[in-house]
């Protein structure tokens, strides 16, 4: 944005030094001061200073910045139809408020530009009072006060568009964000959803049969769930599934990725471990399940249980999912009919 915001006023300055308009001194003067704030910007954008102003972007700072040298040079061009060129191009940087600034700081810094003009105006006018005598300069201060309305209104116009499209987009960031989590997320429990599980699984299963690790799935199933609902109500039994997953999802490592399959189903997936941890940790956590302790609405306590089907991943091309998940199943199966409350694994397969 600096280099454009000086580049034009110094062909312009140099157009008018070539014509005998401006002296080779001013000139030399403003290229020396301009050089000096382009490298000033460029330290401060590359050394990362910027970041600590509240405006990074430094807009206003690269806005207000051409303006004192721009006054320089119009003081010193020799004809007012060199100073009204030279103001034109003066006032471009504006433009590059346009988006970035509010409809209030718009407004102040077009104000800045007029009474700075207008003090140029007056000292000019100070050394040369013919100036006061002279009505192209009077149109010229008139047309530069319309022209900074005008761009006054249609800059604040634009910042507020600029505020609204800053608004809605930081709207649809946070709506995709919020879409993001819901399309992996259980809606009830807060856990991982069936869809994040699967694509977890998926992973695992080609990194295993790539030869990088075993691990375990863990199917989980609240026991006689449907005897907590008759009992205690739907409400209650939601609670029952809340707490539970809750609690599972505290007492994992972070690498483990647990949530509900459906119902009151759930399966923890446990990376980089073998058949005798994963039942360990499977015995741990469905002790500690059945130590919670819940109560309904009339204050009766009362408590549940899971049964656990452990499946390890074959180290093998051709495992799938499916299989994996089949064979949890089975498990679980198993720990249902011998009784419930107990963990089951599938054959530990060669
Ligand atoms: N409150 C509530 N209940 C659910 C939810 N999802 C499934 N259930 C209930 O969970 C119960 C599952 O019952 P069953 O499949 O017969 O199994 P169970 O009673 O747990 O018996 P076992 O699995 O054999 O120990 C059903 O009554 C479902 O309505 C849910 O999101 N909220």
């Known amino acids: 944005m600096a280099g454009a915001s000086y580049s034009m006023p110094a062909s312009i300055a140099f157009a008018a030094a070539m014509a005998g308009e401006l002296g080779w ?11 000096a704030l382009l490298v000033a910007f460029y330290v401060v954008f590359r050394t990362g200073a910027n970041l600590r102003f509240a405006e990074p972007g430094l807009t206003t700072a690269q806005v207000m910045a051409p303006l004192p040298p721009g006054l320089y040079l119009m003081y010193h061009v020799g004809s007012h139809e060199a100073r009204a060129a030279m103001l034109l191009t003066v006032i471009v940087p504006l433009f590059y ?5 509010g409809m209030r700081r718009f407004l102040g810094v077009t104000a800045v530009y007029f009474v700075a003009y207008c003090a140029l105006f007056a000292v000019l006018a100070w050394h040369q009072p013919e100036l006061l005598q002279d009505p192209d300069e009077w149109i010229m201060l008139i047309a530069l006060a319309a022209l ?3 761009l006054g209104l249609i800059g604040g116009f634009v910042s507020e568009l600029g505020d609204v499209l800053r608004r809605k987009n930081r709207e649809l960031g946070e709506a995709l964000t919020r879409i993001a989590d819901m ?19 998926r992973r695992e299963v080609s990194r295993a049969a790539r030869g990088d690790a075993v691990f375990s799935v863990c199917l989980m199933d609240l026991d006689l769930f449907k005897q907590v609902n008759d009992r205690h109500g739907h409400l209650v039994a939601d609670e029952v599934l809340r707490r539970c997953a809750h609690h599972v999802e505290s007492r994992i490592r972070d690498i483990d990725t647990f949530g509900r399959y459906g119902g009151e189903e759930f399966v923890l997936v446990l990376p980089a471990t073998g058949a005798p941890a994963a039942r360990d940790v499977a015995e741990r956590l469905r002790r500690e399940l059945a130590d919670l302790e819940f109560a309904n609405d009339a204050g009766e306590r009362f408590g549940i249980t899971v049964s656990v089907g452990i499946a390890v991943s074959p180290r093998s091309p051709s495992a799938t999912v499916d299989a994996l998940l089949h064979e949890a199943d089975a498990a679980l199966y198993d720990a249902k009919n011998s009784g419930r409350n107990r963990v089951c694994s599938a054959a530990v397969p060669g």
Do not use: I, K, S
């Open 25 to 35: 001194t001013p000139l030399l003067n403003y290229l020396l001061t301009v050089t």
């Open 97 to 101: 408020g346009l988006l970035d600034f």
């Open 148 to 150: 900074m309305v005008q």
């Open 183 to 201: 399309a992996v997320h259980d809606e009830l429990t807060g856990v991982y959803n069936r869809h994040h599980l699967v694509d977890v699984l």
